[in-house]
């Protein structure tokens, strides 16, 4: 039995604890949360032992791995003490605030040798992998343009979201996942160019990048404060010899009108029609990491080349230059 | 436990599919295939790297096997396969005529094997997910039902054998009617009481027919038409649809289960869909391995099987008498 210690009892934290619950072999053994996860646990891992302080959960629930769904800001001061007594890691996307802190939480972790895995999720959702797949096969030829869209609607206001010290804001924790994807599939980027508006709570920003292979990237990622707005992804990755398409949109596979139900199945991302979500995926790839030991299919320095893309793109928007990652300070 | 498994004839188009499964899969050993046609059955081994095998030699050495063999055959494969004690999971439709698919149906259950048959759509997800909204009541009491189930005429129609009645039994209609209305049979629990078909032939070099467009009745007293012609062209940008349209007193369901595809276009090749959605021939064969380790029915039995062959026997009645006529199950 694998024992998860889970960090946080927001929405992410949710997300993972109800997946959890359906893998073998695995079980949350405890959850932590300053604010007290007394109610989530009662809810969602009713095995789980409540703590309010994570340290006293390393040292008092005999857990194996820890899962850090905490605001961005907070990851290192709780992962540091996590990987010095043994614990493995799964972190959400972005690593950390500041590429100071993650770096040395990255240190950390490697003189403690334990495996820490950055929650990029979006290299599970099928779509992405899929085009990824159909790419590395020669289907669109050599990459040239790659144009990504993501619309996250807050669902609510004024939260740790909105405070750009804590979330870096739409282009560190939206925009990375459009990065990571646009790393992992067409390599390292050579430079950003970004422009943000921010107004009311709605943070809109526009990325284009440069990558090192010679192909152009465009990434729009918005945070509207409109409840109203669809959750909304889409992409276009061009080549010489082929173009690949999806619109989020487009694919409704299920479509319910019902009078006596308002709500009809979603098109929430946690919620595609598939056999097992991307969600499901990712935490069933982390637990076969800390049972065998084996190197994560994402590694800690995806997630801090993630985060140079990121901040570059921060940076640029505040400069208003060219900003290549490897010139982003720690 | 490990299941032993073989091919029952390389003759259909699924075969390669199948085999992969097959191989893949850690609970199943796949021992060989056999086949009518000794050369395609020997190619076909070697592809898949078993073993070819005479027909009693490979069912002596099975505990399950899956009949890829034309429509016509599929009696025979099935009674030998039940006279060794061997399961079957069967390609659709069950049988080309009742009196087949009864014979089937005895022959499994005389000799205590179980048959499930090769119908992949309620293992699509979305159409479980539209199957939980209609038990669910979203929908209220069923009214009116509106299904297609499309496909190209290309590859496997004209270069194979499922335009040749003496192989097939039929074109469209006995190729591209038991889907969608096992479709609305698993999730509705209704039967389809009347038929009146609309067969026609619109390509040049087919002898039977590629449109099939048939509209019903069900035996809650619910209207259901379904399109289940070969009509897409060429370079439609799938192979390919499946999808239910459910409207009931209370609102209404659709499924389109091949819509989460990216939209691919290449140089010189046009158009066509990526699915990236889970693969629904990976839970038929998971159900089928598992209701032989637990004898249950396969969530498609022989039983119905032998209802929808039933349907597809009516719908060439009605072409025949040019009338809606009842079905005789």
New interface residues.
């Given amino acids: 039995m694998v024992r998860i210690g889970i960090l946080g009892r927001g929405f992410m934290a949710t997300v993972h604890a109800l997946r959890y619950a359906d893998i073998d072999g695995v079980e949350v053994a405890a959850v932590a949360s300053p604010s007290g996860p007394t109610e989530f646990v009662s809810e969602y891992a009713p095995e789980a032992t409540a703590y309010d302080d994570a340290v006293e959960m390393y040292d008092d629930a005999s857990i194996d791995a820890v899962d850090v769904c905490t605001p961005t800001h907070t990851h290192r001061e709780l992962v540091e003490p996590a990987v010095e007594r043994g614990l493995d890691v799964l972190c959400e996307k972005p690593i950390e605030r500041t590429l100071a802190d993650a770096e040395a939480m990255a240190d950390a972790a490697g003189d403690a040798g334990v495996t820490f895995m950055p929650g990029h999720t979006l290299r599970f959702f ?2 992405y ?3 990824r797949e ?1 790419i590395r096969e020669g ?3 050599s990459p040239g343009n790659a144009r990504l869209f993501r619309q996250s609607p807050f669902a609510e206001p004024d939260t740790w979201f909105h405070d750009e010290e804590k979330s870096g804001g739409v282009l560190l924790d939206l925009a990375i996942h459009d990065f990571d994807f646009l790393r992992w599939t067409l390599g390292d980027v050579e430079h950003v160019f970004a422009r943000r508006q921010r107004w009311d709570d709605h943070e809109y920003g526009l990325a284009t990048l440069r990558f090192e292979s010679g192909a152009v990237g465009h990434v729009d990622a918005r945070w509207p404060n409109r409840p109203d707005l669809p959750f909304v992804t889409r992409f276009e990755l061009s080549g ?7 619109d989020s949109e ?12 308002e709500d ?2 979603s098109r929430d991302p946690i919620d595609e ?4 979500d991307p969600y499901r995926l990712e935490l069933e790839a982390f637990v076969q990491c800390v049972r065998s030991g084996d190197r994560p299919p994402i590694t800690i320095d995806d997630g801090l080349e993630a985060l140079r893309i990121a901040l570059a793109a921060v940076e640029s928007a505040e400069t208003g230059r060219r900003v290549a990652p490897e010139e982003v300070a720690a | 436990m490990t299941l032993r498994v073989g091919l029952l004839s390389t003759a259909h188009v699924h075969t390669n599919g199948f085999a992969a499964r097959l191989s893949a899969r850690a609970d199943v050993e796949f021992v060989g295939v056999t086949d009518d046609d000794a050369e395609r059955g020997r190619e076909a081994a070697e592809r898949f790297d078993v073993a070819f095998l005479e027909p009693e030699d490979l069912l002596a050495s099975v505990d399950a096997a899956v009949v890829c063999s034309t429509n016509t055959t599929h009696r025979r494969w099935v009674e030998s396969a039940a006279d060794a004690g061997v399961h079957v999971l069967c390609e659709k439709p069950l049988a080309t005529s009742l009196e087949d698919a009864r014979a089937i149906v005895d022959a499994c259950e005389a000799a205590g094997v179980r048959l499930g048959l090769c119908m992949p759509l309620p293992f699509s997800v979305p159409a479980k997910r539209a199957k939980d909204a209609y038990e669910a009541g979203t929908i209220g009491d069923l009214r009116v039902a509106v299904g297609t189930n499309r496909a190209w005429l290309r590859d496997r129609h004209l270069t194979g054998w499922s335009a040749s009645p003496e192989h097939s039994g039929g074109g469209a209609a006995m190729d591209h009617t038991v889907h969608i209305v096992n479709l609305v049979r698993w999730i509705t629990g209704e039967e389809v009481v009347e038929v009146d078909a609309s067969f026609s032939t619109m390509h040049d070099g087919v002898d039977v027919e590629d449109i099939n467009v048939l509209s019903m009745e069900l035996s809650n007293g619910s209207i259901f038409t379904l399109d289940g012609s070969w009509d897409r062209p060429d370079d439609w940008d799938y192979w390919g649809d499946a999808t239910l349209n459910l409207v009931g007193t209370d609102g209404e369901l659709s499924v389109d289960v091949f819509d989460q595809t990216l939209k691919r276009t290449r140089e010189g090749e046009g158009i066509d869909g990526v699915y990236w959605g889970s693969i629904p021939d990976d839970g038929l064969l998971e159900d089928f391995v598992d209701a032989v380790e637990n004898d249950r029915s396969p969530l498609v039995s022989a039983e119905d099987g032998l209802r929808e062959t039933a349907v597809v026997l009516a719908t060439y009645e009605s072409d025949e008498r040019g009338e809606p006529v009842a079905v005789e199950y």
């Fill in positions: 099928p779509e992998a899929k085009a159909r289907d669109i030829g010489d010899d082929g173009l690949l398409e999806f487009d694919v409704s596979p299920v479509e319910v009108y019902s009078t006596t139900d009809g199945p029609p598939l056999e097992k």
